[in-house]
């Protein structure tokens, strides 16, 4: 803004000096035309003066001859010359004509070539010093006796005009001066407002909405800087909002449950979430502002954006996408994001993963299948023995006996069985709350032990409790967690062939306590450890049904465990054994 300040400063000083120089211009040009004109109307009127004179004073002779030139000469400023009628200098007032060489020559050539013709003339003969001549005619009895001729040099006027130009030119100085501070002042003061406004400006256009400018004025300029004021101030509430809207929309965007994809109208991928990146595992700087058909590598995904971009309506749409070593289902929400004047802006698809609902759905399927074979078979038993005992066998002493035992076998099956599946409903829906106090795990794993005796002999496999001598104390309720080592111990000692062996080792970490059973058994696949929490899951349904297992038992084990906020964990080598892990908290009220 320093350059537009000079400029117009240079154009302010540029201005007054034309326009002085012109007026000096002028002023000397009139001075000098009115000192010419004076000079020429004085010499008029002397030389028509002395003309007069000498004709009523008896002509140029009587003139010459009483000697009044000598009290004439003194009076005039300039030279007087009578000359005769055939141009013969009779009188000269120049005491030395060395001044002017060629002055006769002059005065007789005005004389000869236009004094004959006309009674009073003018003539100015040009030269180093400029020289003006007026001359009048002499008439004695009505004809031409001579001519007065006054004469003088014009230098005077150079000197006057030099002085004055001199006094123009300091004058002019002078004004200049004033008129640079007094511009200089007066450009500061416009100036300044539309500086600031500027800067204000160009720091608008930056983005900086916090910049202000002062409003010290009331005119014009004052009116910019309040309105420049305002649009900045109406800026930031704008960009303010804009940023608040921007940061909730991208909080939104990249913390919604769902993949979210973006194309515009061209085709190009402008936008994913973090969650779209993390189910599809891409990378932004590859995916990103690529044609989405070669990015994106499912067909049926692509054919439902060619559908979209095709048809322009809104897609709805279950998919199963494989995605590394799984396959995921995901529901797919397309829709076209058409403007305010029907213009064609691209497409938003929503993924949302569906997956762990497709396998809760398949699970509740499963259960329900489970279950109906679960109660079907006791069931099953009970009417057909109790059909066949209305039909004559109640006679038999021996034979209603043994059915009425398998009956009773049955129920009591079918009841455990309901009771299972109503604890585990209740954990489920969080109605169960623990008793929790101090447990010690080694006194518990030594019940177990005596209550699996006669079942330990049975199949002849040993169980060895490896613990330290002191109690190792945990938080819980005790009949729980008696419960789920019963379940994993019986559960050892069922699989494991005769002849084999079950150890359990209690280890003490800082804050928690790990107990480990495993077991010399059959062991279990490796693609069936993940099912081995579902209800009714059973790896050799047969077997295990013989074995007079629900089926629902590692399902309450689990739970129990993740009410005591604890965690459970097993491994398996088929044919080899399976070892399960379960970590609890360690109580510290137990050490007083």
């Known amino acids: 803004m320093t350059t537009y300040r000079k400029k117009l400063l240079y154009t302010l000083i540029m201005l007054v000096m034309v326009v002085m120089m012109a007026v000096g211009f002028l002023l000397g040009h009139l001075f000098k035309s009115y000192y010419i004109k004076t000079f020429n109307e004085r010499i008029q009127n002397e030389t028509f003066f002395i003309s007069t004179y000498i004709q009523e004073h008896g002509g140029i002779t009587s003139f010459l001859e009483e000697g009044k030139t ?39 050539k005005i004389i000869l070539e236009k004094g004959l013709k006309q009674e009073e003339g003018y003539e100015v003969i040009e030269g180093e010093s400029d020289l003006h001549y007026y001359w009048k005619t002499i008439e004695k009895d009505g004809e031409i006796e001579g001519f007065v001729v006054h004469s003088n040099e014009i230098e005077a006027i150079h000197q006057v005009n030099k002085q004055m130009w001199q006094i123009l030119i300091i004058c002019l100085g002078v004004a200049l001066i004033i008129i640079l501070m007094l511009a200089s002042k007066i450009t500061s003061y416009y100036t300044r407002p539309i500086e600031e406004a ?37 800026l930031q509430e704008t960009e303010t909002a804009r940023e608040m809207n921007q940061d909730r929309l991208e909080t939104l965007v990249e913390n919604i449950g769902s993949g979210v994809l973006l194309i515009d109208s061209k085709g190009y991928t402008t936008l994913i979430n973090r969650e779209f990146k993390k189910s599809f595992g891409v990378n932004s700087a590859t995916f990103l502002f690529q044609v989405f058909y070669s990015v994106i590598k499912d067909k049926e995904v692509i054919s439902i954006i060619e559908e979209i971009f095709r048809t322009e309506k809104t897609i709805k749409r279950q998919v199963k996408i494989p995605l590394a070593i799984e396959r995921k289902h995901f529901e797919i929400y397309g829709a ?51 059909e066949t005992l209305l039909d004559g066998a109640l006679k038999d002493e021996k034979t209603l006996k043994h059915f009425l035992s398998i009956i009773l076998k049955e129920s009591d099956r079918l009841q ?38 006669g079942k330990l002999k049975e199949k002849e496999v040993s169980l060895e409790i490896k613990a330290s001598s002191k109690p190792v104390f945990i938080e819980g309720e005790s009949d729980r967690i008696k419960q789920v080592f019963i379940n994993l111990i019986t559960n050892a000692l069922t699989y494991t062939p005769n002849g084999g062996w079950v150890t359990v080792n209690v280890t003490e970490n800082e804050q928690t306590v790990d107990i480990i059973v495993q077991d010399s058994g059959i062991g279990i696949e490796e ?66």
Do not use: C
């Open 336 to 386: 076209p994001i058409i403007g305010t004047h029907d213009e064609w802006k691209g497409i938003l698809l929503i993924f949302h993963d569906i997956t762990e609902l497709k396998r809760l759905e398949q699970m509740r399927k499963d259960f329900v299948a489970n279950v109906s074979h679960e109660l079907r078979t006791p069931i099953t038993s009970i009417k057909g023995f109790s």
């Open 70 to 108: 000598a009290k004439l000469t003194p009076l005039l400023d300039s030279n007087l010359t009578i000359l005769s009628a055939s141009g013969e200098i009779l009188y000269d007032s120049t005491s030395s004509n060395e001044l002017h060489k060629n002055h006769a020559n002059i005065l007789r």
């Open 416 to 453: 455990e069985l309901i009771q299972e599946l109503l604890n585990l409903s209740k954990m489920e829906q969080q109605e169960f709350v623990l008793k929790t106090g101090v447990v010690d795990i080694t006194n518990v794993l030594g019940d177990i032990q005596e209550m699996l005796i």
């Open 198 to 234: 500027t800067m204000a400006a160009i720091e608008l256009a930056k983005g900086n909405y916090r910049t202000r400018t002062f409003e010290q004025h009331s005119d014009e300029t004052g009116m910019l800087t309040t309105s420049l004021n305002i649009l900045a101030r109406n």
């Open 527 to 592: 693609k069936e450890l993940p099912r081995i929490f579902e209800r009714f899951y059973r790896i050799d349904k047969a077997r295990s049904r013989d074995s007079g297992g629900t089926g629902i038992g590692l399902a309450i084990v689990k739970h129990i465990i993740e009410v005591h906020k604890g965690k459970i964990k097993v491994e398996s080598t088929p044919g080899s054994g399976t070892t399960f892990t379960v970590t609890l908290n360690k109580s510290l009220k137990g050490k007083v």
